[in-house]
């Protein structure tokens, strides 16, 4: 990395990089036969049911121009209008420089004039699809527009949504080779600049409290790209302090945080780093990278519980909660972890990337309609939910479209002159520059053996050939070459074959699979089953996947299907708190299907979780060595009693404080502000607040509301449907500061009765504020 002492741009073309190691682009790569491939086909499938058109809507409306289709509904028409055609750029342009399908040309073609045209139209060099869009990047401009943790006047997550945009006319760029997109994204990030001029920068930090995705990442992207100066200051001053500066300080500051608001900030980070070799915004990507991955992820390489880093001392929510952790995340750690091996070589990054592809990533498609899941749930028994493609609009639709454009991108790689092979997929990688093409044939993780041939090379070339040796190798890795075993140099974790290559070499290599258990962070009496680096799950049923594939509700989204119990998890019996063994019996080998027996010797059949979909699983079970099983099914029955009951009572909850529950249930307040302790959200208010909640069938009857004590309390009135249901007006006394206190408050049938929904109030008295509000719970008694 170099650094400019003037804050010029590193000279930097499209293409270049300036890291140790270089992944290979994914026009250079195509994927075979197998799981990745498929994965992609569906995806393509998917994005091509999209209407260009119904997409371009939110855009021709803000500037004025006849929409030649009706907008999409779902996220598209109810404050994020417009996300989608951003994310559908990217996809669309990766997914045609991996197959070169012309179909995927023309829609992108399509786009970026219908984007074009819209431009022009506004005359500014602004473009966006939320609503007001003009009027309220004005009032940006004007400061006063101020932000409430998560929301910018307002405002659904509106950086977000831009954000996108920038991408994906970058992503077109790149990879469709398009200088319109370019010319569009320069004018945009020039209107930008022109807006952010009079804003201080205690307003600009203050800003970033908010989502704003990786503003910085692309106007870096942007700065390598022109040598314009300005963009890199701007991506500099996107910097978002309150965030990097403890990470720099080697501080976890991260619980309750929103998590995937902070995944693309940290992506910046690196970014400008590479660029400017700035090592503080490089040590915070570093040390971010660490605390996620080693401290709040699980087996499948994904984190966070709705939404949110939760304390490391507890995984409880991991286990208890439907809506686990979001694909979101795991699409931008992957990013992250891409950039980190980019710099450094070091494998851990290419441990990590492997598990979570295979885990989560690839998971989290269905693999016959293509369907992307938000939340992947571990709670025993639980299910995942998935979009349909013209219905749901999900920022992990967005991402999902992406996640599977790329699975080529860190196959192979550069280092120097020598190529190395880091994941085993079935592909084939050209390098017509160098006249070699090479083909890696595998059934991975179905078979432990890779074979890579180089079926084309126009001359006899000496260099390296790289290939990774996964932590996860159970024994002795064999090697033959041209069918004769060959002993091999490892060396940090490679094989490293140095020799004169010539068309028609062959390298096969065997890396050992076994079974582990790894147990839950934090908890060593959960455990899930690993072979090799595939998380295994065992199916438990099919019976009420309520909602398997999402209606358009601002919810659906959420597995919202009764939860089972997690007494009735099987138990597994281990040595010791320590214990890492588990037999499994063989069932078929060649599709990764085993059988365990639990504690009490019954046996339960296992496959890797990225094959189980329409239907209930097991990941995490519950594990006992000193104490008996009855026992431990005490301690389990113990929690069920606690959770059980509340939630089939439950017709609908809202966590105040977090972004996307408030947005889901159509949050609108004034004077009134949001923050957490100790990772519990809360909302107050000096003036009043309101959500819309789901009342089905009519049956609401009560009102749960759950707040932080505190001996200055001055209480609420709270109104559903208009009507007064009760008053707060005493402060709760000494000792109860920041204890949780459940309160029910009746609702009269009359209120609730024939009403698919409920508005509720909270409304501060006499402008005092209202203490700090938790949760809203509507309760059928």
């Known amino acids: 990395m170099t650094t400019q002492a003037d ?12 890291a140790s190691v270089e992944p290979i682009t994914l026009e250079r790569i195509r994927l075979l036969e197998g799981p990745f491939g498929r994965s992609q086909n569906a995806n393509i499938a998917y994005v091509l049911q999209l209407d260009p058109d119904r997409l371009l809507a939110p855009y021709r409306r803000e500037a004025g121009l006849l929409e030649l289709a009706p907008s999409y509904g779902n996220w598209e028409n109810s404050g994020l209008d417009g996300h989608t055609a951003g994310h559908y750029l990217s996809a669309a342009a990766m997914l045609y420089a991996a197959t070169g399908e012309g179909r995927l040309l023309d829609r992108l073609s399509h ?52 954000h996108k945009l920038f991408a994906g006319l970058l992503d077109v760029y790149r990879y469709a080779s398009d200088n319109r997109a370019l010319d569009i994204v320069v004018a945009l990030a020039d209107w930008w600049l022109d807006v952010a001029r009079l804003i ?78 700035d090592e503080r915004l490089a040590n915070a ?13 699980v087996a499948i390489g994904g984190n966070s519980v709705r939404e949110h880093f939760h304390d490391t001392a507890d995984f409880t929510p991991m286990l208890i909660e439907r809506e686990g952790p979001e694909t979101c995340n795991s699409y931008n750690m992957l990013r992250l972890s891409a950039q980190l091996y980019s710099r450094s070589g070091d494998a851990k990054y290419l441990e990590y990337y492997e598990r979570t592809l295979f885990n989560h990533i690839l998971a989290s498609q269905h693999p016959e309609h293509g369907g992307f899941v938000y939340f992947t749930p571990l709670r025993p028994g639980h299910y995942r939910v998935y979009s349909a493609a013209e219905e749901n609009f999900w920022c992990c639709v967005g991402t999902g ?15 120097g002159e020598d190529l190395e092979v880091n994941l085993f997929i079935g592909s084939e990688l050209h390098l017509p520059e160098r006249g070699i093409t090479i083909r890696q044939e595998t059934n991975f993780p179905f078979d432990d053996t890779t074979r890579i041939t180089f079926s084309r090379m126009d001359r006899p070339q000496r260099f390296t050939l790289s290939i990774r040796v996964p932590g996860w190798t159970a024994g002795p890795v064999s090697v033959t070459l041209n069918g004769a075993s060959e002993s091999v140099q ?86 010791d708190a320590e214990d890492g063994t588990v ?37 995490y079970w519950p594990l006992t060595s000193g104490a008996s099983v009855a026992e431990r099914r005490r301690e389990l029955l113990a929690l069920d009693e606690e959770l059980l009951g509340l939630d089939a009572r439950t017709l609908d909850q809202v966590t105040l404080g977090e972004q996307q529950p ?22 107050e208010t000096s003036g009043a607040f309101s959500v819309t909640m789901r009342n089905r069938d009519g049956l609401a009857r009560v009102l749960r509301v759950s707040r932080l004590g505190s001996s200055s309390l001055q209480g609420f009135d709270l109104f559903v449907e208009g009507a007064h249901i009760a008053s707060l007006t005493k402060p709760d006394g000494a000792g109860t500061a920041g204890v949780m206190i459940d309160e029910d408050y009746e609702i009269p049938a009359a209120v609730s009765l024939g009403k698919d929904t409920l508005s509720v109030r909270i409304a501060a008295r006499g402008g005092a504020k209202s203490g700090r509000i938790h949760a809203l719970r509507l309760l059928t008694d």
């Not at 605390?291 to 709040?296: F, K, L, P, S, W």
């Not at 479209?401 to 280092?415: K, L, P, Q, T, V």
């Open 7 to 18: 804050d010029r741009p590193a000279t930097c073309k499209p293409g270049e990089s300036m």
């Open 401 to 415: 479209m992406e996640s599977h454009a790329r699975h080529g991108d860190m196959i192979f790689a550069r280092n």
């Open 583 to 619: 037999n499994l019996r063989v069932v078929d080998r060649e599709a990764l299907r085993f059988a365990v027996g639990d504690a009490d010797g019954q046996e339960f059949e296992l496959e890797p979780f990225f094959t189980v979909h329409d239907s209930r699983y097991v990941v």
């Open 285 to 297: 990507a570093d040390e971010f990278w660490r605390i996620v991955v080693d401290t709040r992820s």
């Open 490 to 575: 490892t060396r940090d974790g490679r094989l490293h074959l140095n020799r004169t290559w010539s068309a028609g070499d062959t390298v096969e290599v065997r890396f050992p699979m076994a079974a582990r258990l790894e147990r839950l962070p934090g908890k060593k009496d959960w455990g899930a089953i690993l072979y090799g680096p595939v998380v295994l799950a065992a199916r438990t049923g099919a019976e009420r996947l309520d909602g398997l594939v999402a209606d358009g509700s601002r919810m659906g989204h959420v597995a919202a299907g009764p939860l089972e119990p997690l007494a009735a998890t099987p138990v597994l019996a281990t040595r």
């Open 111 to 162: 786009m970026i004039d219908g984007l074009s045209e819209c431009q022009r139209a506004i005359g500014s060099g602004y473009l966006g699809g939320i609503p007001d869009g003009l009027a309220f990047w004005e009032d940006v401009r004007a400061g006063t527009v101020g932000s409430d943790s998560f929301s910018l006047g307002g405002r659904w997550v509106p950086w977000y949504n831009l």
């Open 200 to 277: 201080d920068d205690d307003h600009f930090e203050r800003m970033l409290d908010t989502e704003f995705g990786g503003m910085n990442e692309v106007f870096a992207d942007l700065a390598a790209i022109t040598e314009r100066s300005e963009y890199l200051a701007m991506a500099k001053r996107f910097t978002h302090h309150a965030i990097a500066d403890p990470l720099i300080r080697h501080e976890d500051r991260l619980t309750g945080l929103h998590a995937n608001t902070q995944i693309p900030k940290v992506i910046g980070y690196e970014a400008v780093a590479a660029l400017t070799g």
């Open 662 to 683: 408030e947005s889901d249930h159509g949050f609108t307040g004034i004077a009134t502000g949001a923050g957490q302790s100790d990772g519990v959200h809360w909302r």
